[in-house]
């Protein structure tokens, strides 16, 4: 019972691909190990639920990065998921693949085969794409992502925001898109009204077989070698020790900042570091945990003349009767998400592609209210927002074990805006933002001035309100970079780590770079990439 084939660290959105595509021949032996617990909760399943598991500790590792230097020294908090599903179970289910420019670069890397016309053919094959109440898998046996069209639900603000994007002379869709320049409404991940992680996508529908074992409530505390072979996963649950043994390969889901945590616990990392920590080295390889790279943005609130999500969200009325027509139809404001219109478009028309991911939300809110993000606690006028943030950050960071206790949190050190682009990105966006507030349809909209006056600030005054109220968007990256040379990566092309057997990472660690949206859709894709690989 304690030997397998496979064994895969972390039951996230990469994790539950690896589970179901390994384990479907019934031919390998398969386990998952999870720190966090079911993802079988109620404010995980429903949709606006984020907003409560955003702080919620028994699904959340609730991570915080070192203090900033760029953010006028801020402390910013870094929610990652610790449940079944991983982030995907606790995000903002906005689902995006970028552009193909962001895979190509992959590829220029050093790693033929992740250019956007071989990628794509991936996505193609895992994603389920239909309308809320239409066209949605009933088949528990469908092991696809759904990826919901749920504009006709989304807030009447929709066509105003729409008519200001076509004012500003962008690209503008009044469907949702996958990929590209284009602003327009955002699929989400849903599914009859519920949340569609990895884990309802992929991972349930496998639980029956027997070949594939999921424990949860595990905490993975390093990785074991024979010499440079990784051959078994060693654990505590409960306050006694576990040893699995892997015959093939184990594979690394944990994420971004769990995954070159646990390498350089197992010694694998800069030798420096590990050797500070008290622990042996394996492997001396400096760029595990290096070429972090993450999206910051911000959001500018406006008063509107009419009702928006802060009129339902808001009020005690409103709740209930939200709550009311999800609980009896699966409908409303809680079966959706508030990012409900964006996309990628240009900060001027000189530049060659999208730089700036838009979000413009019929809801407002303060980045936090007293300590804690708040989404649950909007403001007291209708309102709503427009965010940004730039698609291509410069700005590298790293994470980094600050000691040999595998449930020590590592340092997290994202060095936002350390790179002039990123500080240019800022000003150029916000002025995009400065033109919008002038178009006909957003001044008809609004019941006030901009909160933000950005037409009276001067470019430093920009990146000082930057810097003060900027948050992350949560997407850790490149840890574990993928490309040929282990001078400056981790693993090559087939997501095997550089000078180690039996080893592969599969997640977010591996982009070579940051894509330009929303990070969980490509994720979902290197891990069937990945599993195709492993199996071939």
């Not at 390498?263 to 694998?268: I, M």
């Not at 339902?312 to 709550?323: C, F, M, N, P, Y």
């Not at 809110?365 to 007291?380: E, H, I, V």
């Amino acid at each position: 019972m304690l030997d397998f084939d496979y064994i895969i660290v972390g039951a996230g959105s990469a994790g539950c691909v690896l589970a179901d595509k390994l384990s479907a021949s019934g031919a390998h032996k398969v386990l998952v190990l999870e720190a966090g617990p079911s993802d079988q909760r109620f404010w995980v399943r429903v949709p606006i639920g984020y907003g409560i598991s955003y702080h919620d500790q028994r699904v959340n590792w609730k991570y915080e990065c070192e203090p900033e230097p760029g953010l006028s020294g801020r402390q910013m908090y870094y929610p990652r998921g610790k449940v079944v599903g991983g982030s995907s179970s606790i995000n903002a289910l906005v689902y995006h693949r970028g552009q193909a420019n962001d895979y190509d670069d992959w590829a220029a890397a050093g790693n033929p085969g992740w250019d956007y016309e071989s990628v794509s053919k991936t996505f193609d094959n895992f994603e389920h794409i239909g309308r809320v109440g239409e066209d949605e898998p009933t088949d528990d046996g469908d092991t696809r992502l759904s990826v919901t069209d749920a504009t006709d639900s989304y807030h009447p603000l929709k066509s105003k925001f729409g008519e200001m994007c076509e004012q500003m002379q962008m690209p503008t869709s009044a469907k949702p898109v996958l990929e590209g320049h284009r602003a327009g409404p955002y699929f989400i991940n849903t599914r009859r009204g519920f949340r569609c992680s990895s884990a309802v996508a992929f991972l349930h529908p496998a639980r029956k077989r027997e070949n594939l074992r999921v424990i949860t409530g595990i905490n993975v505390q390093r990785i074991g070698f024979e010499g440079r072979r990784a051959t078994k996963v060693i654990c505590s649950q409960g306050g006694k020790q576990q040893v699995f043994h892997a015959r093939r390969e184990v594979l690394l889901t944990a994420g971004a900042v769990n995954s070159p945590q646990l390498l350089q616990l197992s010694g694998v990392g800069g030798a420096k570091e590990i050797r500070e920590a008290g622990l042996d080295v394996v492997l001396d390889q400096p760029n595990v945990g290096r070429h972090m790279q993450d999206h910051l943005g911000i959001n500018y609130i406006f008063k509107a003349n009419q009702p928006t999500l802060n009129d339902v969200l808001g009020r005690w009325s409103g709740r209930l009767i939200a709550g009311m027509e999800y609980l009896l139809r699966r409908t409303g404001p809680l079966s959706l998400s508030v990012n409900q219109f964006g996309g990628l478009v240009k900060s001027t028309p000189d530049q060659a592609i999208p730089d700036t991911q838009l979000y413009v939300n019929p809801l407002s809110y303060q980045s936090f209210y007293r300590g804690r993000r708040a989404l649950t606690k909007p403001d007291n006028f209708s309102g709503f927002i427009i965010g940004f943030n730039s698609c291509r950050p410069e700005s590298r960071g790293y994470v980094r074990i600050k000691s040999a206790d595998p449930n020590a949190p590592p340092a997290i050190v994202p060095n936002y805006l350390s790179a002039q682009k990123d500080l240019d990105d800022v000003i150029r966006m916000a002025r995009l933002v400065m033109r919008m507030q002038q178009t006909p349809a957003l001044r008809t909209t609004l019941a006030a001035p901009p909160l933000t006056m950005l037409e009276e600030m001067s470019d430093d005054e920009i990146i000082e309100d930057f810097r003060e109220r900027s948050s992350t968007v949560f997407h850790p990256c490149g840890t574990a970079r993928m490309g040929p040379d282990p001078k400056t990566c981790v693993v090559d092309r087939h997501l095997k780590v550089h000078n180690i057997e039996g080893l592969r990472i599969c997640d977010a660690s591996v982009f070579p770079n940051i894509t330009s949206a929303n990070t969980n859709a490509p994720t979902v894709m290197v891990a069937h990439k990945a599993a195709d690989m492993i199996l071939a």
